[in-house]
């Protein structure tokens, strides 16, 4: 199958230019990784949403449920679990930079609450997917079902291992 069985993927000119460009760039990611059909692909981008924040918003804060995986375009997203007090710093655990995933993947997996935060520390833009989304999509597609879920008992990411749901 070549590229040209999942338009659009050249960049257009106009305001949808940064979400096409997002999808063109994680279409290649994923491509590298397992070579995806048509239906799946077309799967994915009926239920991925394009989301603008500001710098300074909390994706994700102590005591809530991470709801979705966020695919970082533009930006950057810290996580930390603390607070400085007497300096008034974070306690910085990991960055994610364009390109990477953001979701705070225990509680997002495990559907328990989190014990940190995840903060934009630049105007961000993301691809996002729901929790349920990708349920859905598990179920509905053997190529993300493979993909999602890779068959290892344990996912590795910033620096740790977690276990599988």
């Not at 106009?14 to 692909?41: C, K, T």
């Not at 989190?114 to 903060?119: E, F, H, I, R, V």
């Not at 993301?126 to 344990?154: C, H, K």
Request: overall charge negative; proline content about 8%; glycine content about 6%.
């Amino acid at each position: 199958m070549t590229d040209q069985h999942f338009p659009p993927h050249t960049p257009i000119a106009g305001a949808d230019e940064p979400r096409v460009e997002a999808l063109f760039n994680l279409y290649h990611r994923i491509q590298s990784m397992y070579p995806l059909e048509e239906p799946d692909w077309a799967l994915f981008q009926k239920k991925v949403q394009w989301e603008i924040r500001p710098k300074g918003a909390f994706l994700l804060r102590p005591g809530e449920v991470c709801n979705c995986v966020r695919f970082l375009h533009r930006g950057a997203v810290i996580h930390y679990d603390d607070v400085d007090e007497e300096q008034q710093l974070e306690q910085v655990g990991w960055i994610a930079q364009p390109g990477e995933m953001v979701l705070e993947i225990n509680s997002f997996f495990q559907r328990n609450p989190t014990q940190g935060y995840l903060k934009c520390t630049l105007d961000c833009t993301f691809l996002t997917l729901s929790y349920v989304d990708l349920q859905a999509m598990y179920f509905e597609s053997p190529a993300w079902n493979t993909i999602g879920r890779p068959g290892r008992r344990t996912y590795a990411a910033y620096g740790r291992t977690y276990p599988c749901p």
